[in-house]
Structures are given as structure tokens and as C-alpha cells.
Antibody, heavy 124, light 108 residues
Framework: EVQLVESGGALVQPGRSLKLACTAS????????MSWVRQAPGKGLEWVGF??????????EYAASVKGRFTISRDDSKSIAYLQMNSLKTEDTAVYYCTRDHVDTSRVTRFDPWGQGTLVTVSS | DIQLTQSPSFLSASVGDRVTITCRASQGISNYLAWYQQKPGKAPKLLIYVASTLQSGVPSRFSGSGSGTEFTLTISSLQPEDFATYYCQQLDSYPPYSFGQGTKLEIK
């Protein structure tokens, strides 16, 4: 069974850092790009960023709202994707999901599956 | 950035009804559009991708259509388990891979 499990969510003060992990199973993790998507309480979905597979250089892209503060990385030997969040703001409070990016003819066409999410609360 | 606008934002319907949700893109995105269903406290679930391809395991009462800037998600006969929030997402260009604001489908 293909599965993604996020971990690392916590209550953290503004300005501090936190690192989330997304542990994958049931598929060849290294073959896929991985995205992070967040959802603030009672709000819609916001794409955070993604990391390409090793074949594509493990390069990353980010939403403007997190660029320069958040970093996505991966460890294919452990089937884990990470989201390092620095200089956290209260507006970063959200459930953070990781997802697997599907590529068809060199284009990402869908995110599937999604993990269950992990809650990050930024508050003093 | 490409903006996606869903309409309506809220929809009240009854079991057995046919419902349609529209997603409009601020610029052409070919057919690089996906639809997701989210129930309270749960992760989103993929329903449809490249505008009209039904994800494996998704009931055939769900269908998608459209290209360019206008897309629709149709549920042909609402079932009790379909009451949820639905999101469209464009995958034509990034950053960001933007989502619509969501359509909450409630029981009348």
C-alpha cells in the first residue's frame, strides 16, 4: 500500500525553527518528486513547494510566501522528504501535508496520495 | 501567478441531485487541472486529473470536463458520502501550483 506519514508538527514560538518529515512506503520513493501543501485552520489549500527527484537534480521550487524561509530536502535511502521551516510566523500556522507528484510525459499532472498531515502552531 | 476561482463557494443539495462545480483560471492552463475532495479532519483525495481522467477507484458518478480557462466537476447523483469540500488545482505552471478557494457541498 502506498502511504505517506508526516511527523514533527508542534507548537513553536514566532521566529523559531521546526523540521517536518514525510516518511514514504509502498513505492520507489526516489522515482518521484514530492510536494508539501498546507492548510490554515478553516481555510483552503496552499501549495508550499516541491523537490524533484535525483534524476532531475533534486531541485526545489517554493511559493513566494515561504521562499527564503523554508527548505525542502530528501533522503532517498530512508524514503523521507523534509520541510525545514525557519523564521516561523503566526501565519504559518497550518496542517502540513506531503504528497507524491505524478508525472506524465514530463509534466506533473496530479498529487496522489496525501499524508494525513501534521499540525504546526506558531504562537507565543 | 495563475488564479483559480471556484463557483459556487457553498452549495446545498439533496441526495440524488446532479451538481456541477465550476473552476475558472485567470489564464489558459490547457487541461492541467485536477479535482480533490476533502472531508473534515481528513487529507484531500484525488478525484480527477488532466481535467477529465477519473482516478482509479473513484466512483463513475464523478466526471470532469473543460480546457483552457473553464472547467467543471459534475456529480451525477449525489450520495451521502459526497458531502465534502471540493478543490480544483492547476498544474500548468509554477510557482505556485495554485488551488481554488474550495466549494463546500452541504446537505439540504
Amino acid at each position: 500500500e502506498v502511504q505517506l506519514v508526516e511527523s514533527g508538527g508542534a507548537l513553536v514560538q514566532p521566529g523559531r525553527s521546526l523540521k517536518l518529515a514525510c516518511t514514504a512506503s509502498g513505492f520507489t520513493f526516489g522515482d518521484y518528486a514530492m510536494s508539501w501543501v498546507r492548510q490554515a485552520p478553516g481555510k483552503g489549500l496552499e501549495w508550499v513547494g516541491f523537490i524533484r527527484s535525483k534524476v532531475y537534480g533534486e531541485t526545489t521550487e517554493y511559493a513566494a510566501s515561504v521562499k527564503g524561509r523554508f527548505t525542502i530536502s530528501r533522503d532517498d535511502s530512508k524514503s523521507i522528504a523534509y520541510l525545514q521551516m525557519n523564521s516561523l510566523k503566526t501565519e504559518d500556522t497550518a496542517v502540513y501535508y506531503c504528497t507524491r507528484d505524478h508525472v506524465d510525459t514530463s509534466r506533473v499532472t496530479r498529487f496522489d496520495p496525501w499524508g494525513q498531515g501534521t499540525l504546526v502552531t506558531v504562537s507565543s | 501567478d495563475i488564479q483559480l476561482t471556484q463557483s459556487p463557494s457553498f452549495l446545498s443539495a439533496s441526495v440524488g441531485d446532479r451538481v456541477t462545480i465550476t473552476c475558472r483560471a485567470s489564464q489558459g492552463i490547457s487541461n492541467y487541472l485536477a479535482w480533490y475532495q476533502q472531508k473534515p479532519g481528513k487529507a484531500p483525495k484525488l478525484l480527477i486529473y488532466v481535467a477529465s481522467t477519473l482516478q482509479s477507484g473513484v466512483p463513475s458518478r464523478f466526471s470532469g470536463s473543460g480546457s483552457g480557462t473553464e472547467f467543471t466537476l459534475t456529480i451525477s447523483s449525489l450520495q451521502p458520502e459526497d458531502f465534502a469540500t471540493y478543490y480544483c488545482q492547476q498544474l500548468d505552471s509554477y510557482p505556485p501550483y495554485s488551488f481554488g478557494q474550495g466549494t463546500k457541498l452541504e446537505i439540504k
